[in-house]
């Protein structure tokens, strides 16, 4: 436990020496996986608990609509009267109440479940498929980029490539002050969504510092191999596209 508390240490401040021992370990898939597993586990719990508290705690269908009407009248409520055409006005507020209408029919429908009911198992579902979701986005993502890696020179075998770089969820622990942070009104979901941020980047970071150090490769060619298959996949979105476009100028 104490070596893999280090590990983790040296993978968050991308220490060189941490990741080579842990390429070299003979169980580096199996340390990857636990924290990739343990990480998600967590963050996943955290998260369950406040969609659960959000859905015990949601207000009325008839307070939502009031709220939402409040709100498109304030975003006008500033506006010069110059620029306020009350034909235009009049059009605007019947479309946004028929929006409103939809919606909030759609929402009002009944269920076999009642909604808290509902909305809870719906979080637990979610909390449940989250790490497998990670773990086969993670495996198969992975995997191209050995591959890219490989084509650039790269000698990780496929476990040392998938435990190093499974380390790269360590930073998405800053999630559960982050799902906590939604809970307050206002200024807690934009702190949130920047604790968000700083975990992709600095998890994109060590991905590509385990990718460089797995391969024995430069930082250079790491960050190339590992936007690699993004890259693939613009380029044959780009020529499918531009496929059906030929094909249906041919018809």
Do not use: H
Not at 104 to 117: D, E, H, N, Q, W
Not at 141 to 162: E, F, I, P, S
């Amino acid at each position: 436990m104490r070596e893999l508390i280090d590990i983790c240490r040296g993978a968050l401040i991308l220490d060189t020496s941490t990741l080579v021992r842990l390429k070299n370990a003979g169980d580096v898939f199996r340390k990857g996986l636990t924290i990739l597993v343990a990480v998600s586990l967590l963050v996943g719990l955290v998260g369950f608990a406040v969609d659960v508290a959000s859905e015990l705690r949601a207000p009325s269908l008839a307070e939502q609509r009031r709220e939402a009407q409040r709100g498109f009248a304030e975003a006008f409520k500033y506006l010069p009267p110059e620029m306020v055409d009350p034909k235009s006005m009049r059009m605007i507020r019947e479309y946004f109440e028929a929006g409103l209408d939809i919606g909030f029919g759609i929402a009002a429908l009944s269920t076999r479940l009642p909604k808290p009911v509902g909305g809870i198992l719906k979080a637990l579902g979610g909390f449940v498929s989250a790490p497998f979701r990670r773990l086969s986005g993670w495996m198969l993502y992975t995997l191209l980029v050995l591959l890219a890696a490989k084509l650039l020179g790269g000698r990780a075998t496929v476990q040392q490539m998938l435990g190093c770089t499974a380390f790269y969820v360590l930073p998405y622990l800053l999630n559960i002050p982050g799902a906590l942070l939604r809970l307050i009104p206002c200024m807690g979901p934009p702190i949130a969504s920047l604790l968000g941020l700083v975990a992709f980047a600095w998890g994109l970071v060590i991905y590509v510092k385990a990718t460089a150090v797995a391969n024995e490769l430069t930082i250079g060619k790491a960050i190339f191999a590992v936007i690699l298959p993004v890259l693939a996949l613009i380029v044959l979105v780009v020529l499918v596209a531009i496929v059906i476009a030929v094909i249906a100028l041919i018809a």
